[in-house]
């Protein structure tokens, strides 16, 4: 499971998916690749 993943079943919140992205985005975004990372896609509710 990956981090959006985990934020999507939330597993973690918010701020920290955001800590991790900021720590690793680039990563992660090359590992779900860019469609997955799409910013509207991501339920922030």
Same mark, same amino acid.
């Given at each position: 499971? *990956?981090? +959006? $993943?985990?934020?999507?079943?939330?597993? +973690? %919140?918010?701020?920290?998916?955001?800590?991790?992205?900021?720590? %690793?985005?680039?990563?992660? +975004? *090359?590992?779900?690749?860019?469609? &997955?990372? =799409?910013? &509207?896609?991501? $339920?922030? =509710?």
């Amino acid at each position: 499971m *990956n981090l +959006i $993943d985990e934020y999507e079943a939330h597993l +973690i %919140s918010y701020e920290e998916f955001q800590h991790h992205l900021w720590e %690793s985005g680039q990563q992660l +975004i *090359n590992a779900v690749g860019l469609e &997955t990372v =799409s910013y &509207t896609h991501l $339920d922030v =509710s």
